[in-house]
């Protein structure tokens, strides 16, 4: 199984608060992602990073923040969580040939924002 | 024309019979294309990867790539309930350093 860690496994806020969901991966892959799954939506990417410092948007980045200082580290942040942002949140990886290579995914954060 | 169409089923079969997905998808550019196998409250996990026409077989399952068709497909063969779960399609994008695109998935349901 490819090395990621997601951080918190699960976890209940309140709307208004800040959240960092955390992912670490030991495969030493340039590519790292954040989705979000819905019913009815299926994964939609957030962000994504191709580098350290290298980030950019997806298709639903709005209300979204990412940061990568390290190669193993891409955190995810809710500035102010809304109940919309209620979801479960998934880490990937891939290498250096993003489009043609397989994604392996973290185990998920589960999310709820009252 | 969505970037990934999929039945959302739910695709009802009986143990022991073939399970036939379908996926088709927008970009002619698509060089790789994957299938992911999804279990409720579970992560995606990668089961086939496809990049030649023609059909890759593995153990029991068997993808089928049509780029001429845009088409790339799913067999599962002598279906157990533990294939019951949703599975994903997901074609490479023909644009160097982005990110896959996954279809909405379909529904596979395995009756003993």
């Known amino acids: 199984d490819a090395g990621i860690t997601q951080s918190p496994r699960h976890k209940v806020t309140e709307t208004g608060t800040p959240v960092t969901l955390r992912c670490h991966q030991t495969?030493?892959?340039?590519?790292m992602y954040w989705y979000r799954q819905d019913p009815g939506h299926g994964l939609r990417l957030i962000h994504y990073?191709?580098?350290?410092?290298?980030?950019d948007k997806g298709e639903v980045s709005d209300g979204y923040s990412v940061s990568r200082s390290k190669t193993e580290d891409f955190l995810l942040t809710l500035e102010s969580a809304t109940s919309s942002q209620t979801s479960v949140y998934f880490c990937?990886?891939?290498?250096?040939?993003?489009?043609?290579?397989?994604?392996?995914f973290g185990d998920g954060t589960r999310l709820s924002i009252l | 024309q969505k970037e990934v169409e999929q039945n959302s089923g739910p695709l009802s079969v009986p143990e022991g019979a073939i399970a036939s997905l379908n996926c088709t998808y927008s970009?002619?550019?698509?060089?790789?294309f994957f299938w992911y196998r999804q279990y409720s409250g579970k992560s995606p996990e990668l089961i086939m990867s496809?990049?030649?026409?023609g059909d890759k077989e593995d153990g029991r399952f068997t993808a089928q790539l049509n780029k001429a068709s845009q088409y790339v497909s799913l067999l599962i063969r002598d279906s157990q309930p533990s294939d019951s779960a949703t599975y994903l399609c997901?074609?490479?994008?023909?644009?160097?350093?982005?990110?896959?695109?996954f279809g909405k998935g379909t529904t596979l349901s395995v009756s003993s």
């Open positions: 496809i990049y030649s026409n």
């Open positions: 990073s191709y580098g350290v410092k290298d980030t």
């Open positions: 997901a074609p490479g994008r023909n644009q160097a350093g982005t990110a896959l695109i």
């Open positions: 970009d002619r550019g698509s060089q790789s």
């Open positions: 495969e030493n892959h340039r590519y």
């Open positions: 990937a990886i891939s290498g250096d040939r993003a489009e043609v290579q397989p994604q392996h």
